[in-house]
């Protein structure tokens, strides 16, 4: 007996066939390829949006469709094993594959994105598919995301919220405890201040961290991880439910 899936890769074209007439609500995820401190794998931010997307799926019945798996880390390159698709590139990839879903007749789309540098690029796919006014498009920026849905939860303020640190570190124990290293986890601040905040530049990340954490990650817990991926996945259903009128298959929200 085949298993019961929402990612659109395990189905075969007759399972998505009738798994289509029950939904046109597509969920992608998508991250990057690079250094997430000692003690995370560099597929973090990628591996986060595919698990939140597959949380998600099961409360709204969704379609995951691709993910696309590494973005523009340009600036953390010099980090061993990074990698880093331009910027070109990723828009492109991703408008073929979002015309390529919008074809097979999915009207909503709804982005799970864990990594900074994919978001403008993102903001201008969704932007063009709502030239077709039957589309309906949102993004979720999850790292800034929960930081809106933290409050009584973490406990090193904006820092915790820095790279792979205490709530990065916190929703990968969560999800992904048996790929976490915590004999190697640090408390590194970053090596300089900035006294030009309002400032846009371009700094390379290695003049930030030696580790590639910013911030406390040994304040990470398991338990920090529960309550922030139940309150993310949480407010992700409202939105959905009460925006987009998709139905809550699973109505019994998770407990925080």
């Excluded at 979720?140 to 930081?147: E, G, L």
């Excluded at 338990?223 to 993310?232: A, H, M, P, Q, T």
């Amino acid at each position: 007996m085949l298993k019961k899936t929402n990612f659109l890769k395990e189905m075969s074209w007759t399972q998505f066939i009738e798994r289509k007439k029950y939904t046109d609500l597509v969920i992608i995820p998508s991250g990057a390829f690079e250094v997430y401190g000692y003690h995370l794998p560099l597929g973090t931010d990628t591996l986060v949006s595919v698990k939140i997307s597959e949380i998600l799926a099961e409360r709204v019945n969704a379609i995951i469709g691709p993910t696309l798996e590494v973005g523009d880390s340009t600036a953390l390159e010099e980090f061993p094993g990074t990698m880093t698709i331009k910027a070109e590139n990723f828009k492109q990839y991703l408008w073929d594959t979002v015309k390529s879903l919008e074809k097979w007749g999915f009207k909503k789309f709804l982005f799970i994105n864990s990594h900074a540098g994919n978001v403008p690029i993102i903001n201008q796919i969704a932007r063009d598919l709502q030239s077709n006014n039957e589309i309906q498009c949102a993004q979720i920026d999850y790292w800034r995301f929960i930081k809106s849905h933290c409050d009584g939860i973490i406990e090193s303020g904006e820092l915790a919220h820095a790279h792979a640190s205490e709530a990065g570190t916190s929703v990968m124990m969560h999800l992904y405890p048996d790929l976490c290293d915590l004999n190697k986890w640090v408390n590194e601040p970053p090596k300089t201040g900035d006294d030009f905040p309002d400032i846009i530049k371009y700094t390379p990340f290695s003049e930030k961290t030696n580790s590639g954490t910013i911030g406390n990650a040994t304040l990470g817990t398991k338990e920090k991880g529960e309550n922030l991926v139940n309150r993310s996945v949480n407010r992700i259903v409202q939105f959905l439910v009460e925006s987009w009128g998709i139905k809550d298959v699973n109505e019994k929200a998770l407990e925080v």
